[in-house]
Nanobody, 122 residues
Framework: QVQLVESGGGLVQPGGSLRLSCAASGTFLSIAAMGWHRQAPGKERELVAGIISGGGTNYADSVKGRFTISRDNAENTVYLQMNSLKPEDTAVYYC????????????????WGQGTQVTVSS
């Protein structure tokens, strides 16, 4: 079983920065894509940023220009650098990975981390 473990959440003031990390462990062939989602109470879960195996990225319009997703393929880790944080960014952030089985037929499965709380407040 694959495990994703997030870290880096916390309480920051508006305008501050955080960097979230998510490391995948277990047995698998490869990671096709990784991303970050967030969910605030009463709001729909939202894709914040994603990165595919080829390196392409996409961002929610609300975070474009402020957040940067990156990865270290050798370490099976994805990062989310969050700058210029706003109270509206407050949410639980979940790491997601689309990860191929270690054995044939190498089926992809979506795994989720436990989530890490990000609170932006003065």
């Amino acid at each position: 079983q694959v495990q994703l473990v997030e870290s880096g959440g916390g309480l920051v003031q508006p305008g501050g920065s955080l960097r979230l990390s998510c490391a995948a462990s277990g047995t698998f062939l490869s990671i096709a894509a990784m991303g970050w989602h967030r969910q605030a109470p009463g709001k729909e879960r939202e894709l914040v940023a994603g990165i595919i195996s080829g390196g392409g990225t996409n961002y929610a319009d609300s975070v474009k220009g402020r957040f940067t997703i990156s990865r270290d393929n050798a370490e099976n880790t994805v990062y989310l650098q969050m700058n210029s944080l706003k109270p509206e960014d407050t949410a639980v952030y979940y790491c997601n990975g689309r990860i191929l089985d270690a054995g044939p037929p190498f089926r992809p499965h979506d795994y989720w981390g436990q989530g890490t709380q990000v609170t932006v407040s003065s």
